[in-house]
């Protein structure tokens, strides 16, 4: 099933609330004047709110399973329907706000 492509504007969250921006989103692909997040785009987290725990809160998170299909530079893209992880917690990132327009599989 499609879903929508994640890219650099797209609004980003850990579980606890901490902002995620992507570090090295794909330059030469953009969505709308935004450049699009792939597998292998690193997102930096700040304001996790994650306390009483001995796990620190979530530093930095990335997408593990992207599009089938779509790739920009050879590296599959981020998709809403995807799996992600944050480092250390092992919480997926949530993409809250992203394009509606393009979608792939």
């Not at 699009?36 to 725990?53: E, K, R």
């Not at 790739?71 to 917690?89: E, F």
Request: proline fraction near 10%; include cysteine.
């Amino acid at each position: 099933m499609s879903s929508p492509i994640v890219e650099q504007s797209a609004t980003v969250m850990c579980t606890h609330a901490g902002t995620a921006t992507a570090t090295a989103p794909d330059p030469r692909v953009t969505l709308s004047g935004s450049p699009v997040v792939t597998v292998s785009t690193s997102y930096a987290i700040a304001g996790c709110s994650l306390t009483g725990t001995s796990v620190p809160p979530c530093a930095t998170g990335q997408w593990v399973v992207g599009a089938a299909r779509v790739t920009a530079g050879g590296v599959p893209v981020a998709i809403l329907s995807g799996s992600s992880t944050c480092t250390p917690t092992g919480t997926p990132l949530m993409p809250v706000v992203t394009q509606t327009r393009v979608l792939a599989s």
